[in-house]
C-alpha cells in the first residue's frame, strides 16, 4: 500500500496547488491544511480515499467542539474519513489490511518530563493567543490543551494495543498532527520551551506501530526509531511558508510503501 502525505499546506496564506500522486492507494493530510477550511474543497473527488486528521489551525479562532462538528460535517460532504481519535482499515490490491489509526495529539507539554512542564506551558502562551480558540467560553489556553492531550494520548494507548489482535491487520499506521518524539524537532529552533508544543513523547507507544505520519513541524523527517523487536518509520512532509524557505525539502507527490523493508 502507497501513501501520498501532505501537510502543512496553509493554504489561507499560501499558493500551492496539490496534485494527485501517481500509484498512491490513498492520501493522508497530516493537518494545517488551511485555516479557513476553504482549502479542503481542493480535495473534494481526490481519486483516492482521503484521510484527514485536522491540525491546530484547523480551530483557529473557533470554539473546539463546534470546530470539531463542523470539521466532521465538512469531511462528510467532502467524501473524506476524518481520523478524530477515530480509526480505520483499508486493505491494498495484494489484500494486505491496513489499520490507519489517527488523534491529532495535542501537546501534553512532558516532552522535556514534568520537571519542564510549567516553563513549557508557559513559551505555550504565545502559541494559544495566536490560535485564539476558545471551548465552553473559555480560553483554550494551555491547561485546556493538555487537557485535551492527555485525551488523546490515552485514546491512543488503549486503541494501540488493539494491535494485540494481529489477525485482524498486516500493519498499524498512526496519523498524528504533533510530532510524537522530540527526534521531529525542528533543528532549526533545537530543544527550547516552546519545542514542547509541537513535539510528545509518544516513543513508548512505537513499538504498537509499523509507520508513524504527522505534520505540526514546518520540515522534513524520514527516520528509524529502532525498538525491542523491530523500528518504527517516523515520517513528516510539512510544506510550511515559503517566505521562510521551509518548501525546500517538501515533496508534493512523495510516495510512502507501507510495506517497504525497514533497514
Not at 483516492?48 to 467542539?65: A, K, S
Amino acid at each position: 500500500m502507497k501513501i501520498q502525505l501532505l501537510s502543512d499546506l496553509h493554504l489561507e496564506t499560501e499558493a500551492f496547488l496539490p496534485q494527485p500522486a501517481p500509484g498512491a492507494d490513498l492520501l493522508v493530510l497530516a493537518g494545517d491544511v488551511d485555516s479557513s477550511w476553504r482549502g479542503l474543497q481542493l480535495f473534494r473527488d481526490w481519486p483516492v480515499p482521503v484521510l484527514f486528521v485536522p491540525g491546530n489551525h484547523e480551530y483557529d479562532g473557533r470554539d473546539f467542539d463546534l470546530a470539531c462538528a463542523g470539521l466532521h460535517a465538512l469531511a462528510d460532504e467532502l467524501g473524506f474519513t476524518m481520523l478524530d481519535n477515530a480509526s480505520c482499515v483499508h486493505t491494498d490490491s495484494q489484500g494486505r489490511r491496513v489499520r490507519f489509526v489517527g488523534s491529532t495529539r495535542w501537546s501534553d507539554f512532558d516532552v522535556f518530563g514534568p520537571s519542564e512542564r510549567a516553563r513549557a506551558m508557559r513559551a505555550a502562551s504565545y502559541f494559544q493567543r495566536m490560535m485564539a480558540a476558545s471551548r465552553d467560553g473559555q480560553p483554550f489556553d494551555a491547561i485546556a490543551v493538555r487537557a485535551e492531550a492527555l485525551n488523546c494520548r490515552e485514546w491512543l494507548t488503549q486503541e494501540l494495543t488493539l494491535g494485540d489482535v494481529s489477525a485482524a491487520w498486516d500493519a498499524t499506521v498512526v496519523i498524528t498532527h504533533f510530532a510524537p518524539s522530540l527526534r521531529s524537532a525542528d533543528p532549526r529552533y533545537g530543544k527550547q520551551p516552546g519545542t514542547a508544543s509541537f513535539c510528545n513523547d509518544d516513543e513508548a507507544l512505537f513499538s504498537q506501530a509499523r509507520l508513524w505520519l504527522h505534520g505540526h513541524l514546518h520540515c522534513q523527517h524520514d527516520y528509524l526509531f529502532e525498538r525491542a523487536g523491530g523500528a518504527t518509520r517516523v515520517i513528516c512532509n510539512a510544506r510550511g511558508h515559503q517566505r521562510k524557505g521551509e518548501p525546500a525539502r517538501f515533496e508534493p507527490e512523495l510516495l510512502i510503501d507501507v510495506f517497504a523493508t525497514l533497514a
